[in-house]
């Protein structure tokens, strides 16, 4: 049987008990990062249907005689509120609770936990902040030195073609409009609401991944447990294996940030997404949609060949490539938003998905569902007596307070831009709609429009479509994929399950290498998936290069077959943006 023993959290953190972040030395600071191809991975074929998949989540260790006699015991500390994930959600959520107890001289015990190895450091946006959340939480912000330095002064929209740019005039009101905005590198604004966090009370737990949701026995969420640490690639336990620790609490915020993989199994457990269109995503390299069709389209490659575009180029000449990174992000808006609420806990951020698309901001209203959440749930957590149906409570009031509030009046504005792109007309039809119905009457039509449905079964196959030719980088404005992967700082403990799991090992080459010419090799932004030959010459295998992985998702995304599962690897692992 596995146990459970209730011990502090900050037990944990204490030089002479660090068993989570720095257990005997298992996770490390970010190191060189280590780029693996193909000759630096170990074989296996989907031909044969070897085993490429060791995670537990796949392969349970019950049923596993390499874990028989393994101390499985999991320490557990218990909070007021415990929130996952360090974004500017989760953290603004925090701040505002504290905020709150502050003010009415109450005790409040909030614990957050991110599984970048330091708060910012998987944070990746443009980003031009909209600063109306943070006037809300902070009206003192710049007296307390948030990293808003650079205001917008002008604003350029434009159609590009092959050779030439359509200059397109931003009118008044138009969601494009910046004016009042601030250029940040958001990585460095969600550090500085970490410090804020910190200063008011809030425990914060850089290094700890959140892998699973707990369950009270009438099944409302319990809390959290953090990932297991000390396990072998092969999926066996090393002489250094130390279970996570659970995390429980009367209310888990989740604000995992865009396709959060433990909000998809609070999807599934409460069917959430039972009244709501699929979400749709793109990805932030360039904007490239995640519901495009053709199965060799590369999303890198489209932005290393965007770049040499006569208007873009003149801006990039002479400069110096520093970083690079790639991340999902939520384009569903209105329509694609589950329910929020349920028993134990709730969503925020970009885990749900509040990104305004036309304006390509979500940074203000993630902040804002963070404060409506917290606003909503103090009350409750506080009282001396609560009457609740189930252990952990239940605060639909929260997705009450969310519908009464600017960030649906805004969504609500834009609910039919995005999807009105999907005509017969295209690009062109979805802007002469926006530019009627959005500009004239502000979203007021008498209708909804809906999505095409789930980004992975928008792909053709293979026959169906032409490959692309792309142009070789020239290492001055473009670049190859693995220099630029080297660049985002991502490492990983070698020696640990891949956390790119397959639920069906011989899927890959019996359906989308077959099917969809292996898509997962283009549409992957760090160059985790290959397809080899095997070594018998009879065929070809994947392989999974789990330690390039920046923590992106598109490849749970838009996985045509919808194989991929994507879990959190050992706390601490994955890309170090250092303020992007």
Request: aromatic share 10%; proline share 7%; charged share 20%.
């Amino acid at each position: 049987m596995w146990v459970t023993r209730t011990v502090p959290l900050s037990w944990f953190m204490c030089p002479a008990h660090r068993c989570i972040r720095a257990l005997k030395t298992i996770q490390t600071d970010h190191a060189a990062p280590q780029l693996y191809t193909t000759l630096h991975r170990r074989t296996c074929s989907s031909v044969t249907t070897p085993r490429i998949t060791t995670h537990y989540t796949i392969h349970p260790r019950e049923k596993d005689s390499r874990w028989e006699g393994v101390e499985m015991e999991r320490f557990a500390d218990e909070a007021d509120v415990v929130i996952v994930g360090g974004g500017p959600a989760g953290l603004s959520a925090a701040i505002r609770l504290k905020q709150l107890a502050n003010e009415q001289e109450k005790e409040l015990r909030v614990c957050l936990v991110e599984k970048a190895s330091q708060i910012g450091a998987h944070i990746l946006s443009g980003a031009c902040l909209e600063p109306t959340a943070l006037d809300e939480l902070f009206p003192d912000w710049k007296e307390r030195g948030a990293p808003l330095n650079t205001p917008v002064t002008e604003d350029v929209f434009s159609i590009l073609t092959e050779k030439y740019r359509i200059p397109v005039p931003i009118l008044p009101g138009l969601p494009m409009a910046n004016h009042g905005n601030y250029i940040v590198r958001l990585g460095n604004f969600v550090r500085w609401l970490g410090e804020q966090a910190e200063e008011l009370g809030v425990e914060l737990y850089p290094g700890y991944a959140a892998a699973e949701v707990l369950f009270h026995e009438d099944g409302s969420v319990k809390g959290i447990a953090t990932n297991d640490v000390g396990i072998a690639k092969d999926g066996s336990p090393k002489d250094v294996f130390e279970r996570g620790m659970e995390l429980h609490a009367k209310v888990t915020l989740f604000g995992e940030g865009c396709h959060g993989h433990l909000a998809k199994q609070l999807y599934k457990q409460f069917n959430l997404r039972e009244n709501c269109e699929p979400q749709t995503y793109a990805i932030g390299l360039k904007e490239v949609g995640l519901d495009y069709s053709n199965p060799y389209l590369s999303p890198f490659r489209e932005f290393q060949r965007w770049k040499h575009h006569p208007s873009v180029a003149p801006t990039l000449e002479g400069g110096t490539r520093i970083a690079y990174g790639a991340r999902a992000l939520n384009e569903g808006g209105l329509q694609s938003i589950p329910k929020l609420t349920f028993p134990g806990g709730m969503l925020i951020g970009c885990s749900p998905g509040f990104m305004n698309v036309p304006k390509i901001k979500g940074t203000h209203t993630a902040m804002k569902s963070g404060m409506l959440a917290a606003e909503a749930i103090f009350p409750k957590v506080t009282a001396e007596s609560v009457d609740s149906e189930t252990a952990g409570l239940h605060v639909p009031e929260y997705a009450d307070s969310l519908k009464n509030s600017w960030i649906w009046k805004e969504l609500y504005a834009v609910r039919n831009i995005r999807p009105s792109f999907h005509n017969y007309f295209g690009l062109y039809g979805g802007m002469v709609y926006t530019g009627i119905f959005y500009w004239i009457f502000r979203g007021k039509e008498p209708w909804t429009l809906k999505h095409c449905g789930l980004d992975a079964h928008q792909l053709k196959p293979a026959k169906d479509c032409t490959p692309i030719e792309y142009p070789k980088p020239d290492g001055k404005i473009s670049f190859d994929l693995l220099s630029s992967v080297a660049l985002s700082g991502t490492n990983h403990e070698g020696d640990q399950p891949a956390h790119l799991t397959l639920r069906d090992d011989s899927v890959p080459v019996g359906q989308n290498l077959a099917i969809f010419d292996g898509p997962e090799q283009r549409f992957c932004p760090a160059g985790v998936y290959e397809y080899v030959p095997l070594e018998t010459g009879d065929g070809m295998r994947l392989q999974i290069n789990a330690q390039n992985c920046v923590h992106c998702k598109t490849c749970d995304i838009k996985d045509p077959s919808q194989n991929i599962n994507w879990v959190v690897p050992e706390g601490g692992g994955g890309p170090a943006y250092n303020g992007m």
